[in-house]
Nanobody, 121 residues
């Protein structure tokens, strides 16, 4: 059962910008904390950003703080990740997630299938 669907990934140059989207359900986006994780080749899946079920509390990994912005649009049942000043080390598969508020992978109840982001010249 697919409950989260990511889109918006692609190839961008260093310093560029990209916005990822995650289509969810109305109940999920209002009742669950949601977030983004990423996994680079040969690396473990890591936390990127999260937003509380209320939409008022957010948290970011130090590596993306000041460059990425997590947001949601409850009218569209969509979660977003705005990414600016992209670096090659941001290259990874990005996963949308829903569950309990936190930065741990085991706080996640639902995962999307991922969307590839490649930052390269």
């Amino acid at each position: 059962q697919v409950q989260l669907v990511e889109s918006g990934g692609g190839l961008v140059q260093p310093g560029g910008s990209l916005t990822l989207s995650c289509a969810a359900s109305e109940t999920m986006i209002t009742l669950k904390a949601m977030g983004w994780f990423r996994q680079a080749p040969g690396k473990e899946r890591e936390f990127v950003a999260t937003i509380s079920s209320s939409g008022y509390i957010t948290s970011y990994a130090d590596s993306v703080k000041g460059r990425f912005t997590i947001s949601r649009d409850t009218a569209k049942n969509t979660l977003y990740l705005g990414m600016n000043s992209l670096k090659p080390e941001d290259t990874a598969v990005y996963y949308c997630a829903a569950g309990r508020y936190g930065s741990r992978t085991d706080s996640v109840d639902y995962w999307g299938q991922g969307t590839q982001v490649t930052v390269s010249s």
